[in-house]
């Protein structure tokens, strides 16, 4: 019986506590301007208990007391963290807890744009921003809740002028997306609109910061080829039959080649739309290179004939003067066979040779792919040919021609000897030539000679006499880089004239 009585007690007590036990609800963080007021805690302020209670509200820094009442209206010039004690007079059981009010003292004004790879930065006087770009200016700290307002001035006339009302705890943002009528010195202002009326009367608290928007510049947009991509490029690049600003490239029907696009200044790259002046003809892409020098893939349509790769500016998509000249050829071909020719007779000797995928790579890898033609080459068994009629140990090149065209009659001796007609040309590598040259092809001609023994650049000259004879192509003495150069060595070009004749 003993125990009984004990939890019997036990149990009374903790349903008369439960009865007396209550909860405050002081209300979830506010933020306010300057100026303003905001009441205290939620009504009811209280919930549970007796319902017969003293208020005391103070301030948590200092004690100083603010109110008695349920739910005071309170106006702090700072930051202030609010305490309330509440008594239930039947129980006598005391709780508290604390309502925190901000102030909304604005310290920066931080933005980002649009780039993907930048980062909220602070903005300050005198900045300069791109037109070309859309920013997100935000105020800090947050506004938490009330109102203010966002202008963005354009010196005159105030081109933005809006109530933004921002969620709890979140910072006050605004999109601007400027234009090139923006081009100039800008203020944004953000402030406390503490008598309603929506406009900035000077007296309400303010945070604004002047820049300026200028439009992006750019200077130019050159093209340049590619030759760290293997094999070489894959088809021509002609940066002098008009000018650096107006290059051509040529490309296969329904292939890709590369070029490089190069920016200045660079710092403005992504300021740039690339695009085709016919879609039938060639694509071009990416639309907006990921650096300010960087690859260009080309894509041939179906459609032959030219067109032009041409930029913008992605803001106001004005056309940027440099281009790129872009021709759609169709692949054409032509074969060629080559015979090592040694002389017989009184004063016998061995030709020089050039290995067939020497020959092969040259031809179809570094020069005539520039024209998009392809050429097959077939080696045939070498000869030993009498053709040394003067018995001189040359090959005779210079004496005057015989009627049948360009050739001499020891020429014609190995055409006679060691042709087939069942290539569309045919070269013969021949040592010793009476005049020291590197060889010889008439212009339209089937067959030519090459001198390997002259220690030149041998896929050069093959590649130079070919062009002679296939398709009528002349000497270009002042283009040095040219494979019809008549001189130099190491060459290889071939220009957008010289594509068309090829084609």
């Given at each position: ?227 760290n991509v293997a094999p070489y490029y894959k088809y021509g690049f002609d940066d002098r039959t008009l000018s650096v600003d107006e290059p051509w490239k040529s490309i296969e029907k329904g292939q890709t080649d590369i070029v490089q696009g190069n920016i200045l200044p660079a710092a ?236």
């Amino acid at each position: 019986m003993k125990y009984k009585k004990i939890l019997a007690g036990a149990l009374l007590l903790f349903l008369q506590f439960n009865a007396w036990a209550f909860v405050i609800h002081p209300g979830a963080d506010q933020t306010i301007c300057p100026g303003e007021s905001v009441t205290l805690g939620d009504n009811p302020l209280v919930t549970g208990g007796s319902g017969n209670y003293t208020y005391t509200w103070t301030e948590q820094t200092g004690g100083t007391l603010v109110s008695s009442l349920e739910n005071p209206i309170v106006n702090p010039t700072a930051t202030t963290i609010y305490e309330i004690a509440v008594t239930d007079n039947e129980s006598g059981i005391m709780c508290s807890d604390i309502a925190i009010v901000n102030v909304w003292m604005p310290t920066s004004i931080m933005y980002v744009d649009s780039d993907p790879t930048s980062i909220l930065a602070p903005l300050s006087d005198g900045d300069v921003l791109k037109l070309c770009e859309t920013y997100t200016f935000t105020v800090d700290p947050a506004i938490g809740s009330g109102q203010i307002n966002v202008q963005l001035i354009d010196t005159d006339p105030i081109i933005f002028d809006e109530t933004v009302v921002s969620q709890l705890g979140t910072s006050l943002t605004y999109t601007f997306d400027p234009t090139l009528d923006d081009d100039g010195a800008m203020t944004i202002r953000f402030w406390c609109d503490e008598n309603g009326n929506g406009s900035y009367d000077g007296g309400e608290l303010s945070y604004e910061i002047d820049f300026t928007l200028e439009d992006v510049m750019i200077s130019s947009v050159k093209y340049t080829e590619l030759f760290n991509v293997a094999p070489y490029y894959k088809y021509g690049f002609d940066d002098r039959t008009l000018s650096v600003d107006e290059p051509w490239k040529s490309i296969e029907k329904g292939q890709t080649d590369i070029v490089q696009g190069n920016i200045l200044p660079a710092a403005n790259f992504q300021q740039v739309e690339f695009y085709s002046e016919d879609l039938n003809k060639v694509t071009v892409a990416p639309v907006t290179l990921p650096s300010a020098a960087d690859q260009l893939t080309l894509t041939a349509g179906n459609t032959l004939g030219e067109t032009r790769i041409k930029s913008k500016k992605k803001c106001d998509e004005s056309i940027i003067d440099d281009h790129l000249c872009v021709v759609n050829y169709e692949k054409k071909t032509a074969t060629v066979s080559v015979r090592v020719v040694h002389s017989g007779g009184t004063v016998p000797y061995t030709s020089t040779d050039i290995p067939d995928a020497d020959i092969i790579d040259f031809l179809n890898n570094v020069c005539y792919n520039q024209a998009v033609f392809e050429w097959t080459v077939t080696r045939l068994p070498a000869m030993t040919v009498d053709f040394d009629l003067n018995m001189d140990g040359m090959i005779d090149v210079n004496p005057p021609p015989p009627a049948d065209g360009w050739m001499t009659a020891e020429m014609i001796v190995i055409r006679d000897n060691a042709a087939d007609p069942a290539y569309d040309y045919n070269l013969f590598f021949v040592d010793n030539p009476s005049d020291g040259s590197l060889g010889y092809m008439g212009y339209g001609q089937m067959y030519g000679f090459v001198h390997a023994d002259a220690g030149a650049d041998d896929t050069g000259v093959v590649a130079h006499e070919l062009g002679h004879g296939a398709f009528s192509l002349q000497h270009t003495t002042p283009d040095i880089d040219n494979i019809m150069h008549d001189t130099s060595t190491g060459k290889f070009r071939l220009r957008k004239d010289q594509w068309d004749l090829i084609q």
